[in-house]
């Protein structure tokens, strides 16, 4: 059992399915994986041209295990269910033999069961670039798709008196990614929070 804040999740929530993929045959990519690792849950959203990752610090007494993908239109029903909620959200998965697990969310004396996605999800740890990677220049990327990543940011990003300020980094070399990240982030639960825009082929 997962026991969060719940307009933090739902903050989270929404950051990572604004890069989800909405119209694929990878049936596996529309939705946000969610992933909880001892006291770090990471909720991720990918089309395949971008990746939105959000990981957020979790109570001790928290720690559980959880993979599992949320659809899109389930991620809409629990953000409609408890975008609102000013108390403590509740996730824990059932899974029976032989089938994908089923996430049930709890807020405010709402249950929602949601059945996952299946298939699977890629390993998205493998195209975030490192931190210390060499920097250089900028190479050609989809300008609505940085201006989206730009907005996502910024509900979870700290502010500057009255500026939002993030950075971005690339190697500059053919085929390179470019990262984008706040400058300041405010809460010390959000312990990561990035978009990852792969550049354009011309």
Do not use: H, W
């Not at 001892?38 to 990752?53: F, M, P, S, Y």
């Not at 409609?80 to 824990?92: H, N, S």
């Not at 089938?99 to 996605?117: D, S």
């Not at 940011?153 to 993030?166: F, H, N, Q």
Request: proline share 5%; glycine share 8%; with cysteine.
């Amino acid at each position: 059992m997962i026991t969060i804040e719940t307009r933090l999740f739902c903050k989270a929530l929404r950051f990572a399915s604004a890069c989800a993929a909405r119209k694929d045959i990878r049936f596996y990519l529309l939705g946000v994986r969610v992933e909880a690792v001892g006291d770090t849950l990471t909720l991720c959203g990918t089309d395949g041209a971008r990746i939105a990752v959000c990981a957020l610090r979790i109570d001790s007494d928290s720690m559980t295990d959880l993979s599992l993908t949320i659809g899109n239109d389930d991620v809409k029903r629990i953000l409609a269910a408890f975008g609102k909620d000013k108390g403590q959200i509740v996730l824990r998965s059932e899974r029976q033999a032989d089938q994908v697990p089923t996430l049930i969310v709890e807020a405010g004396g709402v249950i929602l069961r949601i059945k996952a996605v299946g298939g699977v999800f890629p390993d998205y740890r493998r195209v975030i670039p490192p931190t210390d990677r060499e920097q250089g220049g900028m190479p050609i990327i989809d300008a609505l798709l940085m201006a989206e990543a730009c907005t996502a940011l910024e509900p979870l990003a700290g502010k500057l008196k009255t500026s939002c300020p993030v950075r971005f980094d690339s190697t500059g070399n053919p085929g390179a990614s470019v990262v984008v990240r706040p400058s300041v982030i405010d809460d010390t639960r959000v312990t990561e929070l990035l978009v990852v825009i792969a550049p354009i082929r011309v």
